[in-house]
Structure formats: C-alpha cells, structure tokens
C-alpha cells in the first residue's frame, strides 16, 4: 500500500520562500505521477503542480495561478517530490496535499487522476 508523508508546512510572511517534501513508500516511486493539491477555507481542492514519471521525461504542469511562482521536483533516489513556493502570497494559504497517480506516462491533474493521497500539510502566509 501506498503511503505519502508530508513535510515543510507552517507560517511563512508574505514574499518568504517555502519548499514542502513528500516521500513515497510501499511502491516503487519513480513509476508514479506525482502532484500537489491544496484546499483554502471555504473552497474547494484545486490542482497546484504535477510532475511525471521520470521515465517518461519528468515533465511538469502547473496551475495558470501559481505558474512561475511555484516549481514541482523529484528525487527518484529518496522516493521524494517536492514543491518549492516562491515569493508567497496571503492567497496561497491553504492545506497542501501531495498526491500519486498510477498512470505515470500522464500528468495528475484532477482529482479523480489521483490513486493516492497525502495527509495534508498547512501553509499559512500571513500578509
């Protein structure tokens, strides 16, 4: 079974640099499409990142919101992606979710793409 574990959260400032981590185990990660999600009060979980499995180029996407702003990685060798938050912004508080998609070859982008979810990290930014 699937586990994803979650990391880096907390209260930042706004224009403050955070990176959240999230580790795979129980399968092979490098076969998996991974993502981020995050849901902020009130609102309903939105895609924020997804990048594919290494093999198939480890392409990345994001959300027309948090483009050039945001950067999703991977570390094949410590079963780990990565989600690195530039210049944050009061809006972009939220609970995060890393999330893992069977489907490696393709980007996991909505929520019914997603086999695996993360227990969530809070991201506050304060303004």
């Known amino acids: 079974q699937v586990q994803l574990v979650e990391s880096g959260g907390g209260l930042v400032q706004t224009g403050d640099f955070l990176k959240l981590a999230c580790v795979l185990s129980?399968?092979?990660?490098?076969?998996?499409?991974m993502a981020w999600f995050r849901q902020a009060p009130g609102k309903e979980r939105e895609f924020v990142a997804s990048i594919k499995a290494t093999g198939k180029g480890g392409e990345t996407l994001y959300a027309d919101s948090v483009k050039g702003r945001f950067t999703i990685s991977r570390d094949n060798a410590k079963s780990t992606v990565y989600l690195h938050i530039n210049s944050t912004k009061p809006e972009d508080t939220a609970v995060y979710y890393c999330t893992a998609g069977a489907r490696g070859w393709r980007f996991t982008s909505r929520l019914a793409e997603v086999d695996y979810w993360g227990q969530g990290t809070q991201v506050t930014v304060s303004s």
């Open positions: 129980g399968r092979t990660f490098s076969t998996y499409s």
